[in-house]
């Protein structure tokens, strides 16, 4: 088998193209998250704490051309972005997971018939006992 074809079966095999597919709407989602934290949330918490604009929050170090600066406003905002991110993509497993549930419940397993009670067998044991 050359490699072009042995290329072709791994590309085309179901989990490939779903991860693809993944990854693709992974973007676009991440794109709306970030949307969402940056130009809604972002500026109310601002509004909160007196229009602070977290992505310009820096610490510098040194003075002049030697300086080191710390952007942790950045480091805030990406964050922030990142547990939005986690928490939607928890709702939404969580809602696969209970879709999925409900379709992979079992039917109930038919009653297997009733046998002898204890009481039955003990006194079944008992005349038994009693025979002898």
Do not use: H, W
């Not at 990854?23 to 970030?34: N, Q």
């Not at 497993?93 to 419940?105: D, G, P, T, W």
């Amino acid at each position: 088998m050359g490699f072009i074809s042995e290329f072709k079966e791994f590309a085309m095999k179901g989990n490939v193209l779903d991860m693809a597919v993944g990854v693709i709407i992974g973007g676009a989602f991440g794109k709306i998250v970030s949307s969402l934290v940056d130009d809604i949330l972002m500026p109310l918490v601002g509004v909160v704490t007196g229009n602070v604009d977290f992505t310009k929050l820096e610490f510098a170090f040194g003075e002049g051309d030697l300086a080191a600066t710390l952007k942790y406003g950045n480091f805030i905002q990406n964050t922030v972005d990142f547990l939005i991110v986690a928490f939607c993509i928890f709702l939404m497993l969580k809602a696969i997971n209970k879709l999925n549930r409900k379709k992979e419940e079992p039917a109930p397993e038919p009653e297997a018939p009733a046998g002898p009670t204890q009481e039955e067998l003990l006194a079944e044991i008992r005349d038994l006992l009693k025979k002898k």
